[in-house]
């Protein structure tokens, strides 16, 4: 993995963190989404979050991700392929569905989709991530989110 820091130079990574979302969602939804989606990655990959950042003052602040997180968005069907492909490469993933707007912790959560089987799963958003070649392809169809 390039993630060596040389002054001047731009950092690369061969890996990639994606959001897919359906492209029907309110702009709150979106939002809500994303962040669901990415919380899962971070706490189940470690090797995508940073170091701890501190200001000038001392301060210290919470890790981040240590590379950006693309937003894309697609139909019903293309989160459905898109699903199935990170089902097949095995790559770390978190879903979203549509039943989660409905309930109120986690815990209903949980049981939401866990009530659903893998196939006929509502979905609204997924997060992949892993090689970028890999995500790549699980993205097919997709488009960068405006």
């Known amino acids: 993995m390039n993630t060596e820091l040389i002054p001047g130079e731009p950092v690369r990574f061969d890996t990639k963190i994606a959001v897919l979302l359906r492209e029907d969602l309110e702009p709150w939804q979106r939002?809500?989404?994303?962040?669901?989606?990415?919380?899962?990655?971070?706490?189940?990959?470690?090797?995508?979050?940073?170091?701890?950042?501190e200001d000038a003052d001392g301060v210290g602040y919470l890790p981040m991700f240590r590379q950006p997180v693309l937003v894309f968005e697609g139909t019903k069907e293309t989160l459905k392929a898109a699903h199935t492909k990170a089902l097949n490469r095995a790559l770390p993933r978190a879903v979203?569905?549509?039943?989660?707007?409905?309930?109120?912790?986690?815990?209903?959560?949980?049981?939401?989709?866990?009530a659903v089987p893998t196939a006929e799963l509502n979905l609204v958003g997924l997060a992949v991530y892993g090689p970028r070649s890999g995500v790549d392809k699980v993205l097919k169809g997709a488009r960068m989110h405006p």
């Open 96 to 114: 979203f569905t549509a039943d989660l707007f409905t309930t109120g912790n986690d815990r209903d959560n949980r049981a939401a989709v866990r």
């Open 31 to 53: 939002l809500n989404v994303t962040a669901f989606l990415v919380s899962g990655l971070g706490s189940q990959v470690p090797e995508v979050i940073g170091e701890p950042y």
